[in-house]
């Protein structure tokens, strides 16, 4: 994971297997794994980014008592759509940041079942850039865990360069 030494393949890790469990029939998905076709931040693909923001999502919803199980499917699904803004693909018209967590949240839709928090985490993950809060915590942790991680992605460490809304929140959240 960006900016962790923890892999998934550690046996003895209990967090990663039990992570590895709840996102287990996401990552098996034909059109899930297409998802590794598509460039997300620079060096990474928009699979690892997804997965990047999940484990990220089930840490802190873990140790923050919310559902973390719903917090972490809503994480991997939150950019879960298939084409290139940058090459004119997207679907539907529109701004980026809107359009697309419509279309993960069509996605998610149609092959896993979409509980509040999910829909929540989904729908609501580009705040603040769009004007929607979520309103769930776990929504706002995904939200959160979104913009660490593509910090982390593009090169960026610590919270220095993040907005204060972003460093507030992962401070609260660590402590
Ligand atoms: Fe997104
Ligand atoms: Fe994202």
Redesign the pocket.
């Given at each position: 994971m960006v900016g962790s030494k923890r892999t998934f393949t550690d046996v003895t890790d209990e967090e990663a297997i039990e992570f590895v469990d709840i996102v287990s029939d996401i990552v098996a998905l034909d059109e899930y794994q297409k998802m590794k076709n598509y460039t997300h931040h620079i060096g990474y693909t928009r699979y690892q980014?997804?997965l990047n923001?999940a484990w990220y999502t089930y840490l802190w919803c873990k140790r923050s008592g919310l559902n973390y199980k719903s917090a972490t499917r809503g994480a991997m699904l939150?950019?879960f759509y298939l084409y290139d803004q940058h090459k004119g693909e997207q679907p539907i018209p529109g701004r980026h940041v809107e359009v697309h967590p419509m279309v993960a949240l069509a996605n998610a839709d149609k092959y896993f079942e979409v509980d509040e928090i999910m829909y929540d985490c989904i729908t609501h993950?580009m705040f603040p850039s769009t004007s929607v809060r979520p309103v769930t915590m776990e929504g706002y942790i995904v939200s959160i865990a979104?913009k660490y991680c593509?910090g982390l992605e593009v090169g960026k460490t610590g919270v220095d360069y993040m907005s204060p809304y972003v460093k507030e929140a992962i401070k609260k959240i660590t402590e």
């Open positions: 980014h997804c923001v939150h950019d993950h979104d593509a």
